[in-house]
């Protein structure tokens, strides 16, 4: 990378594209589509209110069954 003050070095080079906005864009991006595709639950809440309550007791399990409480 070019010094701070070389301003035409800095015109030359491309990689601080790289580094501040492919590289987190792509992050960004790989985390949304993950939240889309992987991560899909309904909440706990919407399963109550419609009536599917073996599903949401099934989901309060998962959640929960790291807890160090055995109730």
């Known amino acids: 990378m070019p010094e701070d003050d070389d301003?035409?070095?800095?015109?030359q080079t491309d990689r601080?594209?790289?580094?501040?906005?492919?590289?987190?864009?792509f992050i960004a991006l790989l985390i949304l589509f993950s939240m889309i595709f992987i991560i899909r639950e309904?909440?706990?809440?919407?399963?109550?209110s419609q009536?599917?309550?073996?599903?949401?007791?099934?989901?309060i399990r998962?959640?929960?069954?790291?807890a160090s409480v055995p109730n």
């Open 42 to 48: 309904d909440s706990i809440k919407f399963l109550i």
């Open 51 to 59: 009536g599917n309550h073996t599903e949401a007791k099934n989901l």
């Open 7 to 11: 301003t035409e070095g800095l015109k």
């Open 16 to 25: 601080w594209r790289i580094i501040y906005v492919y590289i987190p864009g």
């Open 62 to 66: 998962r959640l929960y069954r790291f």
